[in-house]
């Protein structure tokens, strides 16, 4: 069955510190792949995605991610966390045979920032 | 900006009295989604419509309708909510294209009691 796992359900960190927020997803095949973020009773906001190419993808507020195809995952970084950055995070992944835009998502990562 | 604009915010409705949210977009894509969203879950996607087309994910309940009737605009017709159906519910656009990216609106709060 194809799935999307985020394992950290929770990730507390310090203001300034390295941040990293995996996911893995199983697919017959590479599926498209992105990253939202979701501040409290707000929608979600694309970070970055992944098509082809590049396997390491430059993102906005300073996020990148990179994509391992031989560990099936698209784990998403910041080297240097702001206050700002307390939020839910999700990882998401399209079906490479998808003509739309439908999207399965990861169950969430919770990031609380600590000053 | 464009955008993808959802009313209200916040909507409180009595347990099975019907109730519809709204969704209305900027961006002229051509696809259009309504995810529900349980508190500290995934978004989870009920249907989609392709232009007019419209296409119903097989677990959807059958409380929930959609009706688009135009291009910029799309609804939510929740039947006789209960109170398993209160979660925040996310209407998101894209255009057509593999891999293609949804934007989302900021999402209404059905609140039911």
């Known amino acids: 069955a194809q799935s999307v796992t985020q394992p950290d359900i929770h990730i507390t960190v310090s203001e300034g510190a390295s941040l990293e927020l995996r996911c893995n997803y199983s697919?017959?095949?590479?599926?498209?792949l992105f990253w939202y973020v979701q501040s409290p009773g707000q929608g979600l906001q694309l970070l970055l995605k992944?098509?082809?190419?590049?396997?390491l993808v430059q993102g906005i507020k300073g996020f990148e991610a990179e994509f391992k195809r031989s560990q099936s995952s698209f784990n998403l970084r910041k080297p240097s966390v702001h206050w700002s950055d307390a939020a839910e995070y999700f990882c998401?992944?399209?079906?490479?045979?998808?003509?739309?835009?439908?999207?399965?998502f990861g169950a969430g990562t919770q990031v609380v920032v600590t000053p | 900006d464009a955008m993808v604009i959802q009313n209200p915010r916040y909507q409180v409705t009595q347990f099975g009295k019907p109730v519809t949210l709204s969704c209305s977009q900027t961006?002229?894509?051509?696809?259009m989604y309504w995810y529900q969203q349980k508190s500290s879950q995934a978004p989870k996607l009920l249907f989609h419509?392709?232009?007019?087309?419209?296409?119903n994910e097989a677990d959807t309940p059958d409380n929930f309708q959609s009706r688009r009737p135009n291009t910029s605009f799309c609804f939510l017709d929740i039947r006789s909510p209960g109170l398993g159906d209160a979660a925040m519910y996310l209407c998101?656009?894209?255009?057509?294209?593999?891999?293609?990216?949804?934007?989302f609106g900021q999402g209404t709060r059905l609140t039911v009691v």
């Open positions: 992944y098509f082809s190419g590049d396997t």
């Open positions: 697919y017959g095949a590479t599926p498209y």
């Open positions: 998401a992944v399209g079906a490479p045979t998808d003509s739309w835009g439908k999207l399965q």
């Open positions: 419509y392709y232009d007019k087309d419209f296409n």
């Open positions: 998101a656009t894209s255009r057509t294209g593999q891999g293609t990216e949804a934007f």
């Open positions: 961006l002229n894509h051509n696809v």
